[in-house]
């Protein structure tokens, strides 16, 4: 399965200088992967070292933070010698063993020539109090699902991929119906990476929906075991009020969908602890479509959307008919699945952030506006063809 962020990687391998790299992203995006398959390719030689229920390694790290004494010990447990030159570290869920965050900053000093790649779903909220976090001593790679064209490639359609990518729309058009179907696929089966190599190799939607369906369990257990116990319940009401904030017209969040009479101090840290694991994203109005959007940000309201569109047409138990076979009710939340479906797309863009724009009286909406430094783009989302309706 070919992912674009392996390229990143491999800039990241030629720097002269490079840092310790930490791969963010959710639970099940495929970091793990990822790394392996980047030590694989591009070394020949990994050490994987999983920081998850491993007491070795915990107390390896529990006493100093001396680099060389740290290798000795890796190579003692891996059963391999460490040459920095040609062997990819990898520290998995790092975050288990806070200490192990901060001897990154000692490799960054004191031993660079070692290759370091970490990784962990709950880096944003599981960093334990007092630990000293390597500020300015590594480097970042955020990972989401895959995007349409990583799913495009995963299904065999790399040449329908090749098509975008030299931007010959007359050609692409001929083949429109092609692109329809599969969007509606990625839309059902969504971009988790167990998901799409499950759908690629037998075409099962029941089983594209049970694997779905676990990882949501996966979420929810995530809750209970790693959010503090009394905000819990308030992560669980939040997290599930999700699609019928994107149903609305309006799809600005609404607290009082949660419950009646909610406030968002109550469940402020709620929606930080989902932010942090990457579950889901904010995407904030601007009160003025101008360079820079940032400065017109309204940090009171936003749009809250999930880390995956078929996690999202899972949560509401979409029909594998009704999406593709399509339904007179299903017009109300196609427009919530195309708006999730772009801003997927629009989050594996680097180095881009997303707004969206609406008048102050509401008479006028912009779905999402992108800031590219010297220009704002706007974003019209329409989940089916309208000759009739306004337009931007």
Known sequence: MYRTAIEELHKWKAKRNKKPLIIRGARQVGKTWLMKEFGRVAFE???????????????LFSSDLDVERIVTGLELYSGQKIDPANTLLIFD??????????????????????????AGSLLGVALHQGTSFPVGKVEFLD???LSFTEFLSAMGKGQYVELLQKSDFDMATTFKQTYIDMIKYYCYVGGMPEVVHSFSENKDFGEAREIQ???????????????????????????????AQLTKENKKFIYGLIKEGARAKEYEQA???LTDCGLVHKVHRVNAPSLPLKAYEDLKSFKLFLVDVGLLSCMVRLNQSTLLDGNELFKEFKGALTEQYVLQQLKTLKGVQTYYWTAKRGTAEVDFVIDTGNAIIPIEVKAEVNLQAKSL
């Open 213 to 243: 369906q676990r990882i949501l369990d996966a979420y929810e257990q995530d809750f209970s075991k790693h959010a503090p116990h009394d905000v819990v319940p308030r992560i669980r009401m939040l997290w599930n009020s999700i699609p």
């Open 271 to 273: 929606m930080l602890w």
């Open 45 to 59: 030689k990994t050490v994987y070292i999983s920081f998850d229920n491993n007491q070795r390694i915990k107390d």
């Open 93 to 118: 869920e790092v975050q288990e063993v806070p200490k192990a965050l901060t001897s990154l900053k000692y490799f960054n000093e004191n031993a660079p020539q070692y290759q370091i790649m970490c």
């Open 143 to 145: 990972l989401y699902p």
